[in-house]
T-cell receptor, first 114, second 110 residues
Framework: DSGVTQTPKHLITATGQRVTLRCSPR?????VYWYQQSLDQGLQFLIQYYNGEERAKGNILERFSAQQFPDLHSELNLSSLELGDSALYFC?????????????FGQGTRLTVV | GQQVMQIPQYQHVQEGEDFTTYCNSSTTLSNIQWYKQRPGGHPVFLIQLVKSGEVKKQKRLTFQFGEAKKNSSLHITATQTTDVGTYFCAGTSGNTPLVFGKGTRLSVIA
């Protein structure tokens, strides 16, 4: 158990809908990362937060948004869903952002868009 | 932007054979990390390399960081069925977030 909690574990929704994925980081970790894992596409970095502030942005679509709350949990909002958004979404946390800090991953949320 | 390439994409080995996966970055890295993801699981941190030319060992696993800090390798000696999974390298440059390679999926045939 990494200490990072993601909910829900599975989500099935229709195209055009909006969903929210939730992540609670490890106790004491201030930085949260979101990654998308599609089949054979590795882990695509979406966005990073540190202590409530957006720190870095990756290949995140405009239809996607995220935030980190004062209690440090984070939510990833995906809207106007398309079939291609079906993927495994991982949240990871670390003590501080940047180099020399390992990331602890949650179990992931498997999103299926039908 | 920074890119991390990993080869091979897939590797099938007989149990007892050795296995190596290679990682190359388009830019000089501050450090490189290796993760393992078991089938159906999530990535789990294995190790971090920071120094140029660094070599670290974990039992049957040997990790190397290139002299130019742009490439790395993971070598597993005498693979076992418990080694099955996808191995990812991930690098950072300065304070950039971890950029992951696409991973090498290892299958071990008993």
């Amino acid at each position: 158990d990494s200490g990072v909690t993601q909910t829900p574990k599975h989500l099935i929704t229709a195209t055009g809908q909006r969903v929210t994925l939730r992540c609670s980081p490890r106790s004491g970790d201030l930085s949260v990362y979101w990654y998308q894992q599609s089949l054979d596409q590795g882990l695509q970095f979406l966005i990073q937060y540190y202590n409530g502030e957006e720190r870095a942005k990756g290949n995140i679509l405009e239809r996607f948004s995220a935030q980190q709350f004062p209690d440090l949990h984070s939510e990833l909002n995906l809207s106007s869903l398309e079939l291609g958004d079906s993927a495994l979404y991982f949240c990871a946390s670390s003590v501080v952002p940047g180099a020399n800090t390992e990331a602890f991953f949650g179990q992931g949320t498997r999103l299926t868009v039908v | 932007g920074q890119q991390v390439m990993q080869i091979p994409q897939y590797q099938h080995v007989q149990e007892g054979e050795d296995f190596t996966t290679y990682c190359n970055s388009s830019t000089t890295l501050s450090n490189i990390q290796w993760y393992k993801q078991r089938p159906g699981g999530h990535p789990v941190f294995l190790i971090q390399l920071v120094k140029s030319g660094e070599v670290k060992k974990q039992k049957r696993l040997t990790f190397q960081f290139g002299e130019a800090k742009k490439n790395s390798s993971l070598h597993i000696t005498a693979t076992q069925t418990t080694d099955v999974g996808t191995y990812f390298c991930a690098g950072t440059s300065g304070n950039t977030p971890l950029v992951f390679g696409k991973g090498t999926r290892l299958s071990v045939i008993a």
